[in-house]
């Protein structure tokens, strides 16, 4: 490698690193991964194949040792202990709850925000939808326990009607879910909305089609994929979260809840408790596969 | 689609109805930190600054802040690196196993934060402390590091799908070193994606509870430890309205940034 100027030391053993790493790909690739893997990979995943063998040991009743012998006993609780089914279905139900609240909630800002509007206004519109992304999640929630208080503003607004606002209890735990998850439901049934041929809906109206037609024909299967997308925020979002419901959920317990009541005296139990929500979240990832969400995630 | 007027007519009262339950809550909560009354009973009786100077003085809040922001630099800046260097292999070799490595990146996200935050809990309790390294504001910046490098390696890995390796190549043919193209022609185009990546892991940080709560030691209160501690005690309510008050005016900072960044660049952590 000729220069103009001869190099200083320094710069050859620079230019000679240089030139090794340029010859070798396997070896620069090797250098780009080995940090990430190494925390990725030893560090996370690690800690997350400990937890999830840690399920299946068990911890001695009256020292609260962990004891780590091979067993199924805490999966055998869990399934036949009526509270932890109870409280299992209850957080699916929520989960689902919350989404299709979100979803129906959605469409409509969506719509006028990617079709309706003018074009000018459409990017400030998506800024107004992310602001909320950015306020803080305790303090969304915050401001619903202020709403939901005891003559906090959804009294006031109801008490005309003669009616009282909801309270704290899972109806407020599904309405602060629903409020806290909604951007992440607009944003993708937007996008999907904006990139809509408008010679597709122009060449459904000339077949004959009025604009109801159109919509359930053209628009909402087109649509469904950003649907199932956003849904996999809302749903896995709602199913793992336990401080939404310990700030406005009353007396209300989900399996976020248990886990984290049961993390100090019974580790395997809040391991087994745990892996509740990954494989239902797995679960659900692979029914909605076919819809060809995940690839637009 | 042609709308009839009633259908747009009901579309956009739909919208503005939608706007108005996402915008109202967070009105709420500004107003309410006027309120000279401790109660969140609406309407206040009145409106005052007061809560505001006595807020001012609270040294948790203060010593809370402080905390959050140094374990926000932390673990941004470790996810900086580490999410740079995945997007690089990710987007710029073919290798076995590359979409497994793209999918761990996301896992730490996609998963309930409280499965992350045990499992967390339970290595860094039998690795580190018969080490003797107890969980402290390190383990903090570790955990939040760990769901960070995604915002970051979806920020680079966009940027570098759109430029191609042609003006590395160029830059080489040129005569410049593989470090020298990085530092004047690759990092200049990345530079925007960075910011943006790096702003987001600090928001997503800053705002962290579920995984602090499992790996901070006991001395460590971040902002949003201090805040859930604190909402349910009536004496401190003024101290809170004020401080969920200042995130809200404060969560336009990273907006007007976004914006700034330009719009290339994945706006939001999760979408």
Redesign the interface.
């Known amino acids: 490698m000729t ?1 103009d100027t001869p190099p200083a030391a320094g710069r050859g053993t ?2 000679r690193l ?2 090794a ?2 010859t070798r ?1 396997r070896l ?2 090797t250098l ?2 080995t ?3 190494l ?3 030893v ?6 194949t ?2 999830f063998v ?1 399920a299946f040991w068990t911890t001695n009743s009256f020292t609260s040792e962990v004891v780590k012998v091979w067993s199924t006993d805490n999966f055998h609780t869990l399934f036949t202990t009526p509270v932890f089914r109870q409280v299992i279905l209850r957080s699916v139900g929520v989960a689902l709850a919350v989404t299709v609240l979100c979803a129906v ?2 469409f ?2 969506a ?3 990617a ?3 003018g074009p000018r206004w459409r990017p400030l519109l998506v ?14 929630v ?6 939901l ?5 959804a ?2 607004m109801l008490a005309p009607f003669g009616l009282s606002g909801p309270g704290f209890g899972l109806p407020a735990t599904v309405l602060t879910l629903t ?1 806290l998850w ?3 439901m ?3 049934i937007h996008t999907a909305l904006e990139q809509l041929p408008a010679n597709l ?1 122009d060449a ?2 000339d077949l004959g089609a009025r ?1 109801g037609r ?2 359930r024909s ?2 909402l299967p087109m649509v469904l994929p950003s649907v199932a997308a ?1 849904s ?2 809302t749903f ?2 709602s ?5 939404t419901v310990q ?1 406005v959920g009353g007396k209300t317990q989900l399996i ?1 809840n248990l ?2 009541s049961n ?1 100090e005296l019974n ?1 395997p139990m ?2 087994a408790l ?1 892996t509740v ?2 494989v239902v ?1 797995v679960l659900y990832l692979l029914a909605i596969r076919r819809t060809g969400a995940l690839n637009s995630l | 689609m042609h709308l009839g007027r009633t259908a747009r007519t009901a579309l956009r009262i739909g919208a503005a109805l939608g706007f108005a339950v996402i915008y109202v809550p967070l009105l709420l909560v500004l107003v309410n930190s006027l309120n000279p009354d401790r109660s969140a009973s609406w309407p206040p009786p009145g409106l005052t600054l007061h809560w505001w100077s006595v807020a001012a003085d609270n040294s948790g809040a203060r010593d809370a802040v402080w905390v959050s922001v140094k374990a926000g630099l932390g673990a941004t800046a470790i996810a900086l690196v580490l999410g740079t260097l995945i997007a690089f292999a990710v987007a710029r070799y073919r290798f076995l196993g590359r979409g497994t490595v793209s999918f761990v990146v996301v896992l730490p996200i996609a998963l309930p934060g409280i499965v992350t935050g045990i499992a967390l809990n339970s290595a860094f309790g039998t690795v580190l402390r018969p080490l003797g390294v107890g969980l402290g504001l390190f383990t903090v910046i570790v955990g939040h590091a760990t769901f960070c490098i995604v915002v970051v390696f979806n920020n680079v890995v966009a940027r570098l799908r759109r430029t191609s390796g042609s003006y590395e190549e160029a830059a080489m043919d040129l005569g410049a070193t593989t470090f020298r193209a990085f530092v004047d022609v690759t990092f200049p185009l990345l530079r925007s994606a960075l910011l943006a990546g790096g702003l987001l892991a600090f928001a997503l940080s800053f705002d962290e509870i579920v995984v602090t709560t499992f790996t901070a030691g006991p001395g460590i209160q971040t902002l949003p430890i201090w805040i859930f501690d604190n909402m349910t005690r009536p004496q401190q309510a003024p101290v809170v309205n004020v401080v969920a008050a200042v995130l809200v005016l404060l969560s336009v900072i990273p907006i007007y940034l976004a914006q700034r960044l330009s719009a290339d660049t994945a706006t939001s952590s999760r979408v």
């Open positions: 220069t620079v230019r240089a030139g790493l340029h790909p620069r690739l780009l991964l940090a990430p893997l925390w990725l990979a560090l996370y995943l690690g800690s997350l400990v937890l840690s909630i959605a409509p800002v719509f006028y925000t079709r309706v509007a800024v107004a939808i992310l602001t909320p992304l950015w306020a803080s999640y305790l303090v969304k915050y401001a619903w326990r202020l709403i208080s005891e003559g906090g503003l009294d006031w409020y909604l951007p992440y607009i944003l993708p809906l459904s109206a604009a159109t919509f053209v628009v956003g996999v925020f896995s979002l199913l793992g979260d336990y401080i700030i976020g886990v984290y993390i580790l809040a391991a745990g929500p990954v979240i």
